[in-house]
């Protein structure tokens, strides 16, 4: 089986709860972790579509890393706008973590199944969008061509991770799905939308490709599962 939760903004120290952003987010963390244990075993794949943590500093992302490592199945994380513990690939593997594969420019191979991914970033649309955001929307789109070309040619099925929805303001498709469409991806998960921006989530079979929001609150901080 394959899994996909994103947004887990798991926060070891305890300096930032999330129910600040209502009641449903009232002892997240215990529900994301007793529903994986619920659902998920050792050979399932888990899918996690950025803001996996609020530490600043790698080293204490790594408590929150090691908690996710510890829990069933193996696990494939992009990287989200609020994870700015994300260091290179060489330090991330330095983590030593068993079960955990980032992926940053890269692809992973399950059951020949490739997944790729980036963070993406806002659409081109949105209000105040200016050169800068135009800077990282392209080195974002790279990123997500470079995991893509990573994959290989005979595999049965492609999956990519965003942490933005890749979608205009108006729903339409942007850029990065044009690009999945080029490379015959099948499906994309994606994350980010809270509360009030859960009415901008888009999940509908689009120029050939099946897209799920998996923000956790989005759905309920229970796995979703994708295939």
């Known amino acids: 089986m394959i899994y996909a939760i994103g947004d887990l903004h798991l926060d070891y120290f305890k300096e ?16 994301i972790f007793n529903n994986w244990n619920r659902l998920i075993c050792k050979e399932d794949l888990v899918l996690l579509p950025g803001d996996i943590s609020w530490a600043l500093k790698l080293e204490d992302a790594y408590n929150d890393l090691k908690r996710i490592d510890e829990l069933p199945g193996q696990k494939i994380i992009t990287k989200g706008n609020h994870d ?10 330095e983590l030593n973590l068993s079960t955990i594969t980032f992926l940053q420019n890269t692809s992973f191979i399950y059951k020949n199944i490739g997944i790729g991914g980036t963070r993406g970033w806002i659409s081109e649309d949105v209000e105040g969008f200016d050169s800068q955001d135009e800077k990282i929307f392209k ?15 005979n595999i049965n099925m492609k999956i990519v991770m965003l942490h933005y929805p890749p979608f205009n303001m108006d729903f339409t498709p942007n850029s990065f799905v044009d690009l999945m469409e080029e490379y015959h991806v099948d499906i994309c998960v994606y994350g980010h939308l809270h509360a009030e921006g859960h009415r901008f989530v888009v999940e509908d079979n689009i120029q050939g490709i099946q897209f799920y929001c998996v923000s956790s609150d989005y759905i309920d901080f229970v796995p979703r599962k994708i295939i």
Do not use: A
């Open 16 to 31: 930032k709860p999330m129910d600040i952003f209502g009641e449903k987010w009232l002892n997240h963390e215990e529900r």
């Open 84 to 93: 700015y513990w994300w260091q290179g690939p060489k330090k991330l593997k």
């Open 139 to 153: 080195r974002e789109l790279n990123r997500l061509r470079l995991s893509l070309d990573t994959m290989d040619k």
